[in-house]
């Protein structure tokens, strides 16, 4: 999961609401909402999506994508 304030400073860097990032996404403000803060977590590829629309590196923005790409090789 990623680290919540690390999401948060990243989208307000960017100029983006969580709104406009649940738009981009095709999710709910409210989804968005707990995946920024942690209590969700994201597909693979909504992750990927949120690191580039913030403009993180998607291993920072999400941790745990590193030991995905670990077990799929």
Excluded: H, N
Excluded at 25 to 45: C, F, K
Aim: no cysteine; proline share 5%.
């Amino acid at each position: 999961m990623a680290k919540p304030s690390t999401l948060k400073k990243a989208r307000q860097a960017a100029g983006l609401t969580q709104e406009d990032l649940a738009k981009k996404l095709e999710i709910s403000r409210s989804l968005y909402a707990l995946i920024e803060i942690g209590l969700r977590r994201p597909t693979y590829g909504q992750a990927i999506d949120i690191a580039g629309l913030v403009g993180l590196d998607p291993e920072v923005a999400f941790p745990a994508l590193r030991s995905y790409k670990l077990k799929t090789g």
